[in-house]
């Protein structure tokens, strides 16, 4: 399958070293690659493993337009306040007959409902299981293996980068200190206050609530506190009284509609919430038929990120093949 990429950072490049490892079994062809500061390149035949960039061309939609592929795979910035442009690469993918696949949450967290429906008319598919929690199932969960249930609400801690802050501190270091070492391992978000701040989580929690409960909601509309008001001397007394701090995502469905909240909470170290660290992330999901089931995804990395888009892809090239 023909495979256009937009955006070739941290995940585009992940995603093509798989590609490469899996060609024996799996056919993508990655024809074209276009970013916003290193150019575009295309080639009909499939591009060479340190594809040549040229000048970026006049715009996404001539971009797809020149690469001719199946599916655009998405990998832009987070864009946690607008979704955009992502939307509209999308939007523009659709139009040329392309399935999309992305890891982009920006896109789910605020058209979901939108670019869906645009999809199902099409007859294309929408894909975007890396968007929370990596490779690790979560909406595939939901589609492929709890057929019939309700998701009544859920509970998450889903942002590694907090993570890594908050467990810098508490073995001395500081704020900063924390923020460099997830920069370091390449899965801070290009502005990394979208992290500390909650942004992230709060893109995050939009978007299962808008795929797994019909929110029709965005992050703004998210209540959100992040870890950005806790220092070291606040972090290191919690730890001594067996405590630490989590950045939790939580919804529920009420009486007067959904409620929906991301919040740094204190917790008990034994909580099952704060068995999570670094990069490790957890959802529970709480349903009428299965009651609570959880996922845990350990230490992953930008890899596991890449393995998310590529199971959505080999989704798309079965249903294809089907
Ligand atoms: N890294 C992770 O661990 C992780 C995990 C889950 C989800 N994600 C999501 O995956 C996406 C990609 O993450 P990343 O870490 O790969 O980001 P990244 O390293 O910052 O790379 C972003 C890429 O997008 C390109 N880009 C930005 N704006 C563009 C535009 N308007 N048009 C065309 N290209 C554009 C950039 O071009 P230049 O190269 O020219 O700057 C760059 O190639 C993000 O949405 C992120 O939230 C990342």
């Known amino acids: 399958m023909k495979l256009a990429l937009i955006g070739y950072g941290n995940v585009g490049r992940a995603l093509a070293a798989l590609i ?40 996404v939609e001539a971009f797809l337009d020149a690469a001719h592929a199946e599916i655009a795979v998405e990998l832009t910035t987070l864009n946690p306040v607008t979704g955009q442009p992502a939307i509209d690469h999308m939007r523009a993918a659709f139009a040329r007959g ?52 309700k998701v009544l609400g859920f509970t998450g801690v889903l942002n590694s980068t907090s993570k890594i802050v908050i467990e810098a501190m508490e073995q001395g270091g500081t704020f900063e200190e924390g923020l460099d070492a997830a920069r370091r391992m390449g899965i801070a978000e290009a502005d990394a206050s979208f992290d500390v701040e909650g942004w992230d989580s709060a893109a995050k929690t939009a978007a299962l609530a808008n795929v797994l409960m019909d929110a029709r909601t965005n ?80 230490s992953p990395g930008v890899e596991q990120t890449a393995y998310g888009v590529f199971i959505d892809l080999v989704e798309v090239l079965r249903a294809v093949n089907s």
């Open 20 to 59: 490469r490892r899996k060609k024996s079994e799996f056919p993508f062809k990655i024809l074209g690659i276009h970013t916003a500061r290193h150019g575009t390149a295309v080639d009909p035949r499939g591009l060479a493993r340190d594809p040549r960039f040229g000048p970026a061309a006049a715009s």
């Open 219 to 298: 992050p703004q509309a998210i209540p959100t506190r992040g870890i950005t008001r806790l220092g070291p001397d606040r972090v290191r007394e919690l730890n001594r009284a067996g405590k630490t701090v989590r950045l939790v995502s939580r919804a529920r469905r009420t009486d007067r509609g959904l409620s929906l909240r991301v919040r740094a909470e204190v917790l008990d170290k034994t909580d099952i919430l704060a068995c999570v660290h670094g990069t490790s992330n957890l959802l529970l999901l709480h349903t009428d038929l299965m009651g609570t089931v959880g996922t845990v995804s350990v």
């Open 98 to 149: 392309m399935h999309v696949v992305t890891a982009n949450k920006g896109p789910i967290a605020h058209a979901y409902a939108d670019l869906h429906d645009e999809a199902v008319r099409r007859n294309l598919l929408l894909r975007f299981e890396a968007t929370v929690m990596d490779g690790a199932p979560v909406f595939n969960q939901v589609r492929n293996n709890l057929p019939g249930v």
